[in-house]
């Protein structure tokens, strides 16, 4: 009982460092997207357009390992290889709807995470980044 408790702990913790690496990826990607130093523009300037971008895009990334988890088979390794692969995939398609929307709408590249005021742009990146964490989920379950 003991034994399997501990692989137990060992399968959630894998799940967890996988999940907690991938965030930071979609962080950081958010911050190569944007303008300036995202730590900055989020704890000095108190940005709320930062703010909601990149809580958008952490929750995106937690639906997406979360369905990459339960899609998963048995097979440990391969649970957490495909975690990775679908986590990365949902980053990059993330991406790429904030660069097209952004090339779309008038302004200079993430110029919205500067705006004193909810820029309606970044809610329209927050819903984009939400339904394709969805339709990555529905598409994995």
């Not at 088979?73 to 649970?79: F, R």
Request: hydrophobic share 60%; glycine share 8%; no cysteine.
């Amino acid at each position: 009982m003991l034994i399997q408790l501990l692989i137990e702990i060992g399968v959630v913790l894998s799940y967890a460092v996988s999940g907690v690496v991938l965030m930071f990826v979609g962080y950081f990607v958010v911050d190569l997207l944007t303008p300036g130093k995202l730590h900055i523009v989020l704890w000095e300037q108190k940005s709320r357009n930062a703010a909601v971008l990149v809580a958008s895009d952490l929750i995106g990334v937690a639906i997406i390992v979360i369905a990459a988890i339960r899609a998963s088979a048995d097979d440990l390794v391969a649970g957490i290889l495909t975690t990775l692969i679908f986590g990365l995939i949902g980053i990059a398609l993330m991406a790429v709807s904030f660069l097209l929307i952004d090339a779309l709408t008038p302004g200079k590249r993430g110029d919205i995470v500067h705006s004193d005021q909810l820029h309606p742009e970044v809610w329209v990146n927050a819903s984009a980044h939400i339904g394709i964490a969805g339709i990555m989920a529905a598409a994995l379950l």
